[in-house]
Each structure stands twice: as C-alpha cells, then as structure tokens.
C-alpha cells in the first residue's frame, strides 16, 4: 500500500537498537531539552559517522531533541550516543540546561487551575 501524501514516515534501514550497540539507557541522565556543546572537532578521525553527525551539529548549543529532528533519530537513541560521547569528553553538557527540577508545585497548580476554567 502506497504512503500517504504528507506521510512522514522514514524507514531506517538501520535500526536503532545497531546504532546504540543494544544498550537502551544512556549513563547519563539527558532529558530532551538537555544542552549540548562539541569539544571536538566534526572532522575528528577517531569517532564513527554517527559521531561526526553529532558533532556537526554541536558546533554551537543544541538540545537533545533538536539533534534528533536534524539526524532523524529518536530522541531515546541519541541519548545512549550522546552520553557515550560525554563519557570521551566529545561533547559536554551546558551546566544551565539541568531541567530536573521542573516547575514549582504552585506553579503547576496555578497552571491546572487555567486549564479547568477553560
């Protein structure tokens, strides 16, 4: 059956589970919004061509799910390859971009309180 018109669905011929060597959790903690930044350069010869990919991409400050949309890759799978290369000191994390806190209970409530009145 052929694709829909304005079906964005990409096959990958290689699955992402090869990309990651099998493994399905990174070894750091990388939320989509988590701010990365190259320390080396795209052109390094001793990474992959998924490194370089990344690499490319980090040459300024860019979150976790933006390096996703611009590799085609799920967010899930980059976070394996993006901690694997921050354990080689590749990239680095921008110490600002530290999400885990999230919002505020007060904040969330208020936020609850709009959404009912709606």
């Not at 976070?79 to 007060?106: F, K, N, Y």
């Amino acid at each position: 059956m052929p694709d829909a018109p304005g079906d964005d669905y990409v096959d990958h011929p290689i699955r992402s589970y090869v990309r990651t060597g099998g493994r399905a959790r990174p070894t750091h903690r990388l939320t989509p919004a988590t701010l990365l930044i190259g320390h080396a350069s795209p052109s390094a010869t001793s990474v992959g061509r998924q490194e370089r990919e990344v690499l490319s991409h980090c040459l300024g400050v860019i979150s976790l799910a933006e390096m996703a949309v611009h590799l085609g890759q799920p967010v899930s799978v980059l976070a394996v390859i993006a901690s694997d290369m921050i354990d080689a000191g590749l990239i680095g994390v921008r110490p600002d971009s530290d999400t885990t806190a999230g919002p505020s209970r007060e904040t969330l409530q208020k936020v609850l309180h709009a959404l009912n009145h709606l």
